[in-house]
């Protein structure tokens, strides 16, 4: 563990099993591990007592003045200079960062354990070669490493006139796998007695069973069974329509002229049912989609709606989802204007009907989510952000097991193309007022 920390440490925290800070709020850079403490400062030199080794070019840290060096140099008491000390020795260093005060001193590289770890022998796979040797047949070598095997044939095996192929000659030959990945386990040999098998041919053999191991061991495993895709027909209609997405209750009732209003669960249960209400659910972990991937659905449940986080940027995903029986696809965020347009146009002329999409046109965006309450906020509450070093505060909500944080200012697309087409508009509000909310829709 103590090798660990000097590769790379930034200290370590029980974490949420315990309800402990999954953060080191003290420093985000390495800290190395500690070797020793302070005992005295000059403008010269620095006066340590160890409590673990020291090696000549290893990285040092003081803790509280947060510089460090690089041991050149190392006195004993004696102002001779060492290679290395010991823990419990003391030790001097060259004072060339100004400390002034005692501290703790941490090493944050080694040296030694650089060296250990580049002289590490890469770790070779094991392989199992068979080689079959009979006279007037193919010279055969298969070769196996735990999951994979290759076989190859050569040329014919002659009997030999003069000397014959032994079988130390031959195993000699297998086993120079040199730069390879693999090492020799074991090799059996079924071979007739009396053979001539020249030298190049058998190194050949084993270089290209060895050659085409290493390209099946690179492609991987892959389960993958292509099939054809059914690019049929089927009924979809698209209208000219308006959604709103909303968060808090007080952005409740929205006006009649809207189509469907998404609501998160808290919400929704406050509210009597009808189709004009949809719910936000997000797909659960024993899913095959993606749990973050959200639907909106309403109930009964005979109208689902992908949401943005299937992240559709193209023609085939959007036919895909309406197949699966989704009504409506929302399309990604990532798109422009001109692609959704290019999109909305190409899916039409490809499949000859007309999808139905619908595209976020103001929204401040999710940058990111992360599993667990990591701020220990209030749940469903939007009065929380956090703040960059360009004073740019990011909202952060915590919700049904996720800490959200949405981008610090509000998107909203030009209207102008877009409304040309026969797709549904969706606003998805995050602390907009009523007042706010009707100023936008009259825009």
Known sequence: MNKLKILFNRDFTLGHLFHDDIRNSSSP??????????????PKKIKIRLTYPLYQEDGVRFLKEKKGFVANFIYDEKDRLIASAEAGQIIFLDNKIGLQREDAIYKTTSKKLEDDIFSLKNKKIEVS????AKIDEKLTLKIMDHENEIIEKSVIVE??????????????QLKKLGNTPFVLKEVTLD??????????????????????????RQKGKSNYQKQAVDFSHFSSSSNRELSFQVMREEQLPISSSVDRIYLPDFLY??????????????????STLNPQLRKFYSIPGDFDISDYTFNVM?????????KLGYKKVTISVELSNEEIIYLFTHFQEVFHFTPSLEVIVYDRVVVMNIKGNILDIPQNQIS?????????????????GFTYIYHYEVKMRDLAQLSLLPISLRYHFFNEDATEIQQLVNR
């Not at 070669?129 to 079959?132: A, L």
């Not at 030999?160 to 031959?170: D, F, L, N």
């Not at 193209?314 to 309406?322: A, M, P, R, T």
């Open 314 to 322: 193209n023609i085939y995903s959007v036919y895909y989802l309406l």
């Open 129 to 132: 070669m068979h080689i079959i």
């Open 384 to 400: 929380y952000y956090l703040k960059d070093y360009q004073n740019r505060c990011f909202p952060v909500v915590y919700r049904n």
């Open 191 to 216: 071979i007739d007695e009396n053979i001539f098998i020249s030298i190049k041919d058998l190194n050949d053999l084993r270089r290209s069973v060895v050659e085409k191991l290493i390209i099946l």
């Open 159 to 172: 009997k030999a006139k003069t000397s014959s192929m032994t079988e130390e000659k031959i195993k000699g």
């Open 269 to 286: 249960k406050k509210i009597t049912p009808s189709k004009k209400y949809f719910l936000v659910e997000s797909f659960h972990h024993d």
């Open 29 to 42: 850079n390495h800290l190395g591990f500690k070797i020793g403490d302070v005992l005295a400062v000059t």
